[in-house]
């Protein structure tokens, strides 16, 4: 019997990549999502690369424990993969009790779930904003947490630290925290992608964009810091490689492979691309000009980050195999995909 993974906000950016590469490699899935933040454009998209009409899909919100459970009732779950939750930085410093409300309560209620219906693997979706200005790059695991300079990021080292005491305490719960440096993207189908809502926040969605005429100029955040180009470096990674990540996680899990009942692993490429970088590649790759200018910095962003990548090329077995170019293509195509459909 196949075992089946449960994918909170799987309708989402990284839920939906995530799902696709879950039924790939043959696990069921059964597919949770509030739709706070999305539309059921990659849930759809995700059927079609599958050629599965049939996943299962539960409209819901995870800070209702009642159902959760009725969920955790209804299906025999192996694994949880925690993604339902708010990401905008901005917002969380305006609103933080929305955000600590929100996304604590919604992991603590999905391991209340877990650990009631007999114990359950759990991949926590964290991040590396967790590590703050590293003071030693690239960053490995054993790097210091830094205090966080927002609720949002202070929300995913809280449940990071939420499943490594659950792991201790409740026998039959298993955990393992990824921490995703700069995902970008989209599936090579264009069929999903990222769809940010109003203005968007994160470098490559303003890219594509500012390319495709639906904003004027992209602002580059700063070209005054102490990098070779003055601009900011992080460290980019395929959605599609990022979600393989997740398939690996699960199954290292699900195979009684882990050697602590809660790991992390830093999920990134290892190379360091400033934005300027970025931004001159998609410029190539895609034969555009794209209009940008220098702008003053972005309050809270670090000068630079980058992953070792070595545990989770050792222990996942994993490793980022996508070329920025590839990605960049992709994140293209899916803009343009969207501009086609908006026309339909
Ligand atoms: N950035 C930028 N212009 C934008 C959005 C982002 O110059 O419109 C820069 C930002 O300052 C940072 C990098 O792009 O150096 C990545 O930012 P993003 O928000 O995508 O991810 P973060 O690293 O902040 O999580």
């Known amino acids: 019997m196949s075992k089946r993974v449960l994918v909170s906000g799987g309708a989402g950016f990284i839920g939906s990549h995530v799902t696709v590469e879950l039924i790939q490699a043959g696990y069921e899935v059964v597919v949770a999502d509030d739709m706070s933040n999305c539309d059921l454009t990659c849930f759809e998209g995700v059927k079609k690369i599958t050629g599965r009409e049939d996943i299962p899909f539960v409209k819901m919100n995870f800070c209702d424990l009642d159902a959760v459970n009725r969920l955790f009732d209804g299906y025999r ?15 969380s410093v305006a609103e933080p009790i929305k955000y600590y409300t929100n996304n604590l309560s919604s992991f603590l209620n999905v391991l209340e779930a877990a650990r009631t219906h007999g114990g359950c693997n759990v991949l926590f979706s964290s991040s590396a904003t967790v590590y703050g200005e590293p003071e030693k790059l690239p960053v490995t695991e054993a790097s210091p947490r830094q205090s966080a300079t927002s609720p949002y990021g202070n929300t995913k080292q809280i449940c990071e ?61 700063g070209n005054d810091y102490p990098t070779e180009d003055g601009t900011c470096l992080r460290d980019y990674i395929d959605i599609v490689d990022l979600a393989k990540a997740h398939v690996y996680a699960v199954r290292r899990m699900l195979d009684g492979k882990m050697e602590q009942d809660y790991e992390i692993f830093n999920i990134g490429t290892g190379r360091p691309v400033s934005v300027l970088e970025l931004v001159t590649t998609f410029e190539k790759v895609n034969h555009l000009k794209l209009n940008y200018k220098f702008a003053p910095r972005r309050a809270g962003d670090v000068t630079a ?38 026309h339909e």
Not at 77 to 91: L, Q, R, T
Not at 190 to 198: D, H
Not at 314 to 340: I, M, N, Y
């Open 77 to 91: 779950i192996d694994a949880v993969i925690h993604f339902a939750a708010f990401k905008a930085v901005g917002e």
């Open 161 to 221: 630290d939420i499943l490594r005491d659950s792991v201790k305490a409740y026998p039959g719960l298993k955990g393992i925290a990824l921490r995703y440096f700069n995902p970008i993207g989209a599936h090579p189908s264009a069929l999903i992608g990222e769809l940010p809502r109003g203005v968007p926040n994160n470098l490559v969605p303003f890219i594509t964009q500012t390319a495709i005429g639906k904003r004027e100029c992209l602002s580059i955040f």
């Open 305 to 342: 980050i980058w992953a070792d990548p070595t545990l989770a090329n050792q222990k996942l077995g994993w490793k980022a195999e996508r070329t920025v170019e590839e990605t960049l293509s992709a994140a293209w195509a899916w803009e343009k995909r969207l501009a086609e459909r908006a």
